[in-house]
């Protein structure tokens, strides 16, 4: 019914930056909130940055001033500048898409992404 597919991680030198985009396909009517986590070896996820339909953002404190999330609903994609990137952001990230309405079929509920791997170098 719906897809989510991450895209941009790689390996960085520390400073330095990647932008990251998360698309989600199918009959998507809407999607209410689209967020990024993160989860680092024996961490647990953690909400990154999130964004509302109308383009209401928020940010996890270690990443503000750094990392922008930006969300273009013509397309049910969301992306995450990150800037100034540091080896504490290493991670696999993921995004989700909260309260997805399809057409014909209505409210499906929250879909993740498979994750993409960030890793920062010192």
């Known amino acids: 019914q719906v897809e989510l597919v991450e895209s941009g991680g790689g390996t960085v030198q520390a400073g330095g930056s990647l932008r990251l985009s998360c698309a989600a396909s199918?009959?998507?009517?809407?999607?209410?909130?689209m967020d990024w986590y993160r989860q680092a070896p024996g961490k647990q996820r953690e909400l990154v940055a999130d964004?509302?339909?109308?383009?209401?953002?928020n940010y996890e404190d270690s990443v503000k001033g750094r990392f922008t999330i930006s969300r273009d609903n013509a397309k049910n994609t969301i992306y995450l500048q990150m800037n100034s990137l540091k080896p504490e952001d290493t991670a696999v990230y993921y995004c989700l898409a909260e309260g997805i309405v399809l057409r014909g079929l209505g409210h499906v509920g929250d879909y993740w992404g498979q994750g993409t791997q960030v890793t920062v170098s010192s």
């Open positions: 964004i509302t339909s109308g383009g209401t953002t």
């Open positions: 199918g009959s998507i009517f809407s999607i209410n909130n």
